[in-house]
């Protein structure tokens, strides 16, 4: 992470609405967090493209299929009320974000640490995270390079360092 704070990164999305859900205002979320992570959640911001983050109080919260839950906020109780929210994005404060497990990572840490091999070789920065099954993606050098986010070839992320050491094999690419 670079830069003081500002509004671009002080929130983190973890979800959007997707569509609305039964009659009582319900929303049918995609959930960018473990659904483990939401519980708990008192509050979150949802944010339309070029609004503000506004915050809302959650009712209730259940799953719902795989990676997706319902969602109810203080005050919307109809459906006309909840197709106000189609589309929009779900936000946490990065202070609000659950902590993580050992060895777990929230993808906007990873961005901008440079990659080197165990040998010492630099191989560029993070530029994003490609999620796909069944392994998601370092993507170095906006796309220059992509990198099997996983054990085998990812062998450390050190976050204070500002980097991440990979298999020395990476180094031949």
Same mark, same amino acid.
């Given at each position: 992470?670079?830069?003081?704070?500002?509004?671009?990164?002080?929130?983190?999305?973890?979800?959007?609405?997707?569509?609305?859900?039964?009659?009582?205002?319900?929303?049918?979320?995609?959930?960018?967090?473990?659904?483990?992570?939401?519980?708990?959640?008192? @509050? +979150? =911001?949802?944010?339309?493209?070029?609004?503000?983050?506004?915050?809302?109080? #959650? *009712?209730?919260? &259940? !799953?719902?299929?795989?990676?997706?839950?319902?969602?109810?906020?203080?005050?919307?109780?109809?459906?006309?009320?909840?197709?106000?929210?189609?589309?929009?994005?779900?936000?946490?404060?990065?202070?609000?974000?659950?902590?993580?497990?050992?060895?777990?990572?929230?993808?906007?840490?990873?961005?901008?640490? @440079? +990659? =080197?091999?165990?040998?010492?070789?630099?191989?560029?920065?993070?530029?994003? #995270? *490609?999620?796909? &099954? !069944?392994?998601?993606?370092?993507?170095?050098?906006?796309?220059?390079?992509?990198?099997?986010?996983?054990?085998?070839?990812?062998?450390?992320?050190?976050?204070?360092?500002?980097?991440?050491?990979?298999?020395?094999?990476?180094?031949?690419?």
């Amino acid at each position: 992470m670079s830069g003081g704070i500002n509004e671009k990164n002080q929130y983190v999305v973890i979800g959007k609405v997707l569509d609305t859900y039964h009659l009582k205002g319900e929303l049918k979320v995609e959930a960018y967090l473990g659904l483990e992570h939401w519980q708990g959640l008192e @509050e +979150v =911001f949802l944010k339309r493209k070029g609004g503000d983050y506004v915050p809302f109080k #959650v *009712v209730s919260l &259940k !799953p719902h299929g795989k990676g997706q839950l319902i969602l109810r906020f203080e005050g919307c109780d109809s459906v006309s009320k909840a197709e106000e929210y189609k589309g929009a994005k779900i936000f946490l404060p990065k202070e609000r974000l659950p902590k993580r497990r050992r060895g777990e990572y929230y993808y906007f840490e990873l961005e901008g640490l @440079e +990659v =080197f091999t165990e040998g010492g070789k630099s191989l560029g920065r993070v530029t994003g #995270v *490609v999620e796909q &099954k !069944p392994y998601d993606l370092l993507e170095v050098e906006s796309g220059r390079l992509y990198i099997p986010f996983v054990k085998t070839l990812v062998k450390r992320v050190d976050l204070k360092g500002g980097k991440v050491i990979v298999k020395e094999e990476l180094s031949e690419i």
